[in-house]
C-alpha cells in the first residue's frame, strides 16, 4: 500500500481552507478535515449531575452519555442508591428521619455541546 496523498484546499480568495486525506491508488476520500469540523460542530451529549449537598455544595458531573435517555436512567439509578443509603442510616440512626430523602441534595440532567 502507498502512503495516502495529503491536498491543502484553498478558499476562493486564496487562503488556506482545510486538508484532506485521498488513497493514492484509488482517489478514494480517506478523510476531511472540513467534514470533520462540522461533525464535532453539530453534535451534543448529556450529562448526569448530582449535587450531594445544595447549602454547602457545588453541582458536579457524575457522567456523560450520548442520549438523553442513558442519562435520566443513570440519574435513576444513582438516585435509588441514594435511597437505599437514606434508609440504611435511617435503621442505625432514628434523627436521620427528621430530614426526608432528597431535603438538600439534587439530581438532573442537561444537553452540554461535544468540544473538540
Known amino acids: 500500500m502507498k502512503k495516502p496523498i495529503i491536498i491543502e484546499r484553498f478558499k476562493d480568495d486564496g487562503e488556506h481552507s482545510h486538508y484532506v ?13 472540513a467534514t470533520e469540523k462540522e461533525t464535532q460542530e453539530n453534535q451534543s451529549v448529556w450529562a448526569f449531575l448530582y449535587n450531594s449537598d445544595c447549602c454547602e455544595s457545588a453541582v458536579s458531573a457524575i457522567s456523560i452519555h450520548k442520549t438523553k435517555e442513558g442519562a435520566e436512567t443513570a440519574k435513576e439509578l444513582h438516585k435509588a442508591e441514594k435511597l437505599k443509603e437514606w434508609e440504611y442510616a435511617c435503621k442505625i440512626d432514628e434523627c436521620f428521619k427528621d430530614y426526608p430523602f432528597d431535603f438538600d441534595q439534587w439530581w438532573g440532567v442537561k444537553e452540554m455541546p461535544l468540544l473538540p
Open 21 to 33: 486525506l485521498i488513497k493514492s491508488e484509488t482517489n478514494e476520500l480517506l478523510w476531511d478535515e
